[in-house]
């Protein structure tokens, strides 16, 4: 092989390399996209959840209510525990949830952009399909982000 033929091969491999290099590049800023804006979803859903929990645990109640309601399911169904609890621990109860259930949505959120693990994924899974008919009969509002995820993970388990 003369000179100009070596020239034109590595002058094809060094560009293939620049071609590999942008598309890697390409890959880490959407990586670096991604964790961002899953932090910044992270970061309103904890900061969403502990407002309603400092009101909910800020009541010298809530402990007994929470168990009254545990208990009340056991004995009766959700529907029949909904029914028994007074309003104020039907707000203390509904608040416990509505905390829940914003945890519950980041993580389906992180799953998603590809940073749970499918183990704890689907540990959450099992979770959800256990609340979410405690939260259709307290009336906690499952966000729009999730609404259709949580709904056939449900009814996965039907």
């Known amino acids: 092989m003369n000179k100009i033929k070596i020239n034109e091969w590595l002058t ?3 560009n293939f390399g620049v071609l590999v290099g942008i598309f890697f590049l390409a890959y880490e800023i959407n990586l670096s996209r991604t ?6 979803y992270q970061g309103r859903a904890h900061t969403r959840s ?5 009101i909910v645990l800020s009541s010298g109640k809530f402990v ?8 009340l399911i056991k004995k009766h169904g ?9 309003p104020k621990e ?36 099992r979770g959800l399909r256990r609340f979410m008919p ?9 966000p729009d982000t999730s ?3 949580f709904e056939s993970i449900a009814k996965e388990g039907s």
């Open 64 to 71: 007994e209510a929470d168990l009254k309601f545990r208990e």
């Open 147 to 149: 609404r259709e995820l």
């Open 78 to 86: 959700v529907a029949s525990a909904v029914a028994q609890l007074t």
């Open 50 to 54: 502990e407002a309603g929990l400092q």
């Open 90 to 125: 039907l707000y203390l109860v509904r608040g416990w949830h509505a905390s829940l259930m914003i945890r519950f949505d980041n993580v389906a959120f992180q799953y998603q952009q590809g940073l749970i693990p499918d183990a704890y994924y689907e540990s959450t899974k």
């Open 134 to 142: 405690i939260w259709r009969e307290l009336g906690v509002e499952i």
């Open 12 to 14: 094809l491999v060094a």
């Open 35 to 40: 964790v961002a804006l899953a932090e910044i």
